[in-house]
């Protein structure tokens, strides 16, 4: 591993390990500091790597200043603070930071993006934003479900939902009438052939099972 990308892992670790605003926002600015230094030299993938370290440090300062405001919102107002002190207010706060409020709500905002999506904008082409994370989630969360994507995802969960993959084949085409038994006779071997494709395109893409699964998947009636 060369000295770059352990200070990168190293840099990674203690983003993850920290518990104090104050412990990230000082790697933070050291990331920012190497983004802007390697912007200048241009190198673009150290500046890429520098660029990612600040992304998640200000991602783990929302968290934390989330958890913050959790808290204090969820302190009974019958008790008294620590010390006998009230918590401080927004502007307080971030003034014993060093933020703006800007900084803190897009950095509240970075945290409400889910780690599989934060992860994913990281791993795209290019140097990534803040700005432009936040956006996809919000274009992600605007954009209407697929009514053929979300009846799919209900017809699966009913055969789990209703016991049916546990259940012995053979007794239940038993129980179904001649004229039920023809229409599974001519529709299964349809939908079989297509929950095939399926399960083989998003094998190939990684997101169902593997590839050995897919070319071994075989329906039969």
């Known amino acids: 591993m060369t000295a770059e990308l352990a200070r990168y892992d190293a840099m990674c670790r203690a983003i ?16 920012l500091a190497l983004e802007v ?11 890429r790597r520098a660029c990612e370290i600040r992304l998640r440090a200000e991602r783990k300062a929302g968290e934390l200043r989330r958890q913050e405001e959790k808290s204090k919102g969820a302190a009974a107002p019958s008790v008294p603070p620590q010390g006998g002190r009230r918590p401080p207010t927004n502007d307080e706060r971030r003034k014993e930071l060093g933020i703006s ?54 017809r699966m969960k009913d055969f789990e939902r209703h016991g049916i993959l546990a259940d012995d084949p053979d007794r239940v085409w038993a129980e179904m009438a001649d004229h039920m038994r023809a229409d599974m006779r001519r529709l299964v071997p ?3 052939e297509w929950l095939n494709q399926l399960e083989a395109s998003n094998a190939e893409q990684g997101n169902i099972g593997g590839r050995e699964a897919a070319r071994n998947s075989v329906c039969r009636v």
Do not use: H
């Open 16 to 31: 993850d390990e920290a518990y104090q605003i104050d412990e990230v926002k000082d790697i933070r600015n050291k990331a």
């Open 37 to 47: 230094y390697s912007r200048q030299a241009k190198n673009i993938e150290a500046e």
């Open 101 to 154: 409020k800007k900084q803190d709500e897009r950095w509240q905002k970075l945290a409400a993006v889910p780690q599989e999506d934060f992860e994913a904008a990281l791993a795209e082409p290019g140097v990534p934003t803040a700005s432009g994370i936040i956006a996809k989630l919000a274009e992600k969360r605007s954009k209407p479900m697929d009514s053929a994507a979300l009846w799919l995802w209900g």
């Open 190 to 192: 349809r939908v079989c």
